[in-house]
């Protein structure tokens, strides 16, 4: 699942984001959501998220629970 839909993401999901300094290669970060910062229902880059660590970047992907 894409992280497009702010709906889709919660607090306490396993997520894949790209960092402000990876924007331009699309290396992913993969973390825990710790708080979500966008405040639209979606966004076409990607919802921004802090992860439990303190990173901030866009949703690129959602893990599910069989994942």
Same mark, same amino acid.
């Given at each position: 699942?894409?992280?497009?839909?702010?709906?889709?993401?919660?607090?306490?999901?396993?997520?894949?984001? @790209?960092?402000? *300094? $990876?924007?331009?290669? #699309?290396?992913?970060?993969?973390?825990?959501?710790?708080?979500?910062?966008?405040?639209?229902?979606?966004?076409?880059?990607?919802?921004? @998220?802090?992860? *439990? $660590?303190?990173?901030? #970047?866009?949703?690129?992907?959602?893990?599910?629970?069989?994942?």
């Amino acid at each position: 699942m894409n992280g497009k839909y702010r709906k889709d993401i919660q607090a306490g999901i396993q997520v894949d984001v @790209v960092l402000k *300094q $990876d924007q331009r290669t #699309g290396k992913r970060t993969t973390g825990i959501v710790k708080d979500i910062l966008t405040n639209s229902a979606s966004h076409p880059h990607g919802i921004k @998220v802090r992860l *439990q $660590d303190g990173q901030v #970047g866009r949703v690129q992907h959602i893990y599910s629970q069989g994942e």
